[in-house]
Every structure is written in C-alpha cells, then in structure tokens.
C-alpha cells in the first residue's frame, strides 16, 4: 500500500518527501509535478512568500527513465528563501544571540506545540507547523494522482465561497460537472476551468464578491477562509468496506482533508444541508440504466455509501478557517514576560482557500490509490490493468 512521509521547516534548507509503494511503470515526469507545485502557489490573496519561491521539484530515486520502479520515491524542494535564514537556521551551533520567539498566535500551533515539546523559543514549531509544508505533500501525492489517471480516475475541484462571498445558485456548476463527468479527463476539466478564475470560483460574479472582500480583509488587517469543493470522477463501484471502522473510505477521506492545515470541517456531498431535510428528500433512488445497470438520479451521498464508492461523482467539501497569522494581531500572552500583549506577525496571506483547494486534490489521492489497489492492486500498473479490465 502507499504511504508518504514529508520533512523540512519552512525556512529550512529544503523540504524533503519519500513516497513508498507506488507499484512499477507508472509515467511521471519532474514537469508533471512541477504543474501542481505551480497550481498550489497561485491564488488572490497569497503573500510575499510566494514571490520569493518558484517550487520545482527534483526526484532523486524511484525513477528511471520517466517510469517508477515499485522502489521508494524521493523527493526534493527547495527553499529559495534559506539564503535570508541561514543562521537562524542552522542545522549545528549553539543558537547564541538568536532571537527566541515567546509569544503565541492565537489559532497557531504555536502555544500548544512548545507546552507539547518543551520549548523555549517557538520558531521550533512555526517553521514544521507551516503552510509550506504542503509544498511536499502536493509533490508526494502527485505521483500516486498520475497512477490514478492511468486508470481513468481524475480529480478535480473548485471554490464554493471565500468569506461572505458565497456561490448559492449550484444549478450552473451542476451542470457543469456533469458535462465534465463524461469528458476525457473528467472531473480534471472542472480544475482547468476553475484555475482561469483568481480566486478558483467558477461564478464570475462571487468571484468579484470574493476579490473584493480580500482586499478589504487586507486594508484591515485581516484575513479571510471559505469552502472548497473537490470531485472524483471515474471512481468504480467498491472502493472502501463497510466491515470495519478504519476501513470506511468516506472516513479516510475525510481525514485527509483535515489533515490540511487551517481546515477545520469535512462533508461529503452537501452532508449538512442533508441533515436538515426528510429521508424521502437526501436518499438517492436505485433505478437501472438501459444496459441493465444502475443508476442513480441524485448524488447526495457524494458517491458513497456505508462507507464504500456506489459509481457516481465523489464529492467533497472542506472548510477552511481564515489564517491565524494577523497583520493587525490579536491579544496573546508573552510566555517569558507573563503578560498579555499584542501577538507577533509572522509573513503570511491573507487568503488561502484556492490554495487549499489545489492541496485537497492531492492529498486525497493516496486515500483512493489504496483502496483501489486493495481491490485490484499488484506490483505494476501492467498487472493492475488487466485485474482491471478483467472486473470490468
């Protein structure tokens, strides 16, 4: 099965990514990567950060000749920005005369991370608890998204609302996904529409609501979430299982989605306005196609059931909090001084939801690769595809 591990601070010499389990033959390419690291740096709303690093990622084993090998993957970005904090830092030496950084952010990490590890100085968990962690994340994952595609499984998303600029009328964006369902690249079609837009809104009109609104959050000072939705097409019958717990797919996507820093919610299809309704009105109906298969009219369970894909569209939202990070702070506690003073500012956005967005697509194909190789895995994408074809 696939797993993934990331390494690197944020002002460190390099983030750093080891990939585990991808079977043998999948096509990949530094370029291919280096797409999704592009895709993940755009987006109204992003900070000075993102005019210092231009990510590109260099695969350092794994791959040969444009194929992966079945062996583990690594990987490396690094960060342009470690020329300005070489010593503060530093990988070896005593830390004399620099700066240790005592007050929290109300939001961060920061308060619970040094009570948690015992440090002094914060700046040990700013740089692991960062954003640009994610860096990594959308490298590793990228190449299990590849192996996905090689299958015909495509992942796409947008944004639903960025603060109060909110899309109501789904009729256009329904119909939209649904005409994407049945292109080649499915649900990847609603990603290269929704990358045209800023802020990844596919409704012209919130997305000026939604540009306008960040800039009033940054006249202020402050900043700003939303909600974000991404969509699988291509997904077949039985991913997942029912049988146990931890094996439920719609819990494991889920999990991946939180996983994401700032995003403190999760649903699956439109889960919470489900729950204000009747049964008669949430369940979708099992009807049978002209071949004889089935079909549903609705989606509302997002494409699963019982924990386990039923066929249609998987549907996820997710929603992100506004960035803890402040450029006119909330009250803190200085932790050396033990008074209440204004927290400190750390470089930032002041919105990163379409970000989020392009961090979501990827971090949820690791979740969908293994449940797909638990059904029909082997150790090369030639042997999975005829276990494919075959259950066809």
């Known amino acids: ?106 939001g961060h990490a920061d308060l619970v991370g040094a009570i948690k590890y015992g440090f002094d100085d914060m700046r040990n968990v700013i740089d692991r608890a960062s954003a640009r962690e994610t860096a990594m994340r959308v490298a590793s994952c990228t190449i299990v998204r590849k192996f996905l595609e090689t299958f015909g499984i495509f992942i796409g998303s947008h944004v639903l609302s960025i603060g109060s600029a909110s899309v109501k009328d789904r009729s256009v964006l329904d119909k939209l996904i649904k005409k994407f369902s049945v292109a080649s690249c499915g649900a990847y079609k609603v990603t290269e529409e929704a990358d045209k837009s800023p802020v990844r809104i596919l409704d012209s009109s919130i997305e000026a609501k939604a540009v306008h609104s960040i800039k009033a959050a940054k006249k202020k000072g402050d900043t700003l979430g ?50 204000r309704l009747f049964g008669s009105e ?69 919105c990163a939801v379409p970000a989020c967005s392009v961090i979501a697509e990827a971090v949820i194909a690791p979740v969908l690769a293994n449940a797909f190789l638990e059904k029909f895995g082997s150790d090369s994408v030639a042997e999975i595809a005829k276990r494919y074809r075959k259950a066809q």
Request: glycine share 14%.
């Open 282 to 350: 949430v369940h979708d109906e099992i009807l049978l196609g002209k071949t004889g298969n089935f079909v549903r009219p609705t989606n509302r369970a997002g494409g699963l059931e019982g924990g386990v894909t039923n066929g249609e569209i998987v549907v996820l939202r997710g929603a992100m909090k506004p960035i803890s990070t402040l450029a006119k702070p909330l009250r803190s506690v200085d932790l050396k001084q033990k008074k209440v003073i204004q927290s400190r500012y750390e470089r930032s956005d002041v």
């Open 1 to 106: 099965m696939i797993r993934y591990l990331t390494a690197g601070e944020s002002h460190g010499q390099a983030l750093v990514g080891i990939v585990e389990g991808v079977p043998a033959g999948v096509e990949i390419s530094a370029d291919y990567i280096n797409h999704q690291l592009w895709r993940r740096q755009q987006g109204y709303g992003r900070g000075g950060r993102m005019r210092i690093e231009s990510d590109k990622v260099e695969i350092l084993s794994g791959v040969r000749f444009g194929k992966t090998l079945g062996a583990p993957i690594a990987f490396i970005v690094r960060n342009k920005d470690w020329a300005n904090w070489t010593e503060k830092m530093a990988v070896e030496g005593s830390g004399k005369g620099i700066e240790k950084i005592t007050t929290p952010r109300p």
């Open 226 to 275: 939303g909600i974000f939705e991404v969509i699988v097409t291509g997904v077949p019958i039985g991913l997942g299982s029912y049988v146990e717990f931890d094996r439920k797919l719609d819990g494991q996507l889920a999990q991946a989605i939180v996983s994401i820093h700032a995003v403190k919610g999760v649903e699956i299809g439109p889960a919470f306005e489900n729950a």
